[in-house]
């Protein structure tokens, strides 16, 4: 039975190995534990059968695990757009709500919330939903601070970051909004953009947990 510290790790070993290879350490920063805590506990989820380590390409999440993975990302995605659309939670409020509802919820409570919210894509932040057959849907983007200059984005999703949510609410850098990027000032400043064609100079740390596709004239 899987319990809300394995599922935790669980979906932590699937979003670091997103962004690459998966280190111990990435996961003790993600959980926030120690490192041995981490190698105690990634012993117990190889009996388990929900990762396997290989002394050569490292931590792995088994077929299964990656299912469980996704049906918690599923149930935490869910639960933070129903937060926000049924109950008035603010955007930046329902990361840490939904990291403690979603270890209780039934399946059947899962998709009642589903249905409730007419099967929702995408979360609050642009992130998208697992289906409910465990599928991720791909999408193709870049960080802002990687965009060619005087290129036209629209932003699909921001980083879970309570001061970044708040930050780019101020500037109306929501999902779905259109923006200019055009490139970074001198020395290591802002980048210079556009909202709604309101010039906006946006900070190179937000600019690196900002997501956007790019518009192909």
Do not use: C
Not at 19 to 41: H, L, N, T, Y
């Amino acid at each position: 039975m899987n319990t809300p510290s394995i599922e935790d790790y669980i979906k932590a070993i699937y979003k670091a190995g997103s962004q690459g290879e998966i280190s111990s350490r990435d996961i003790a920063s993600r959980v926030g534990v120690s490192a041995p805590a981490v190698s105690k506990m990634l012993r117990r989820l190889a009996k388990l059968k929900l990762v396997r380590m290989h002394p050569t390409t490292g931590i792995h999440l088994t077929p299964f695990g990656q299912r469980t993975a996704l049906q918690t990302i599923r149930r935490h995605r869910l639960l933070e757009l129903f937060l926000v659309r049924e109950l008035g939670y603010h955007w930046d409020e329902v990361h840490a709500e939904a990291e403690r509802l979603e270890h209780h919820i039934s399946p059947l409570f899962e998709e009642r919330i589903a249905e409730k919210l007419g099967n929702p894509a995408f979360d609050p932040h642009g992130d998208p939903i697992p289906t409910a057959g465990g599928l991720m849907p791909d999408i193709e983007e870049i960080p802002l601070h990687t965009a060619e200059n005087d290129s036209q984005l629209v932003i699909t999703r921001l980083l879970d970051n309570p001061a970044l949510l708040r930050y780019a609410a101020g500037l109306d850098l929501l999902p779905g909004a259109q923006i200019e990027f055009h490139g970074r000032q001198p020395f290591g400043g802002p980048y210079n953009i556009s909202v709604n064609g309101e010039a906006v100079a946006l900070a190179p740390e937000a600019a690196e947990q900002i997501f956007g596709r790019v518009v192909i004239a």
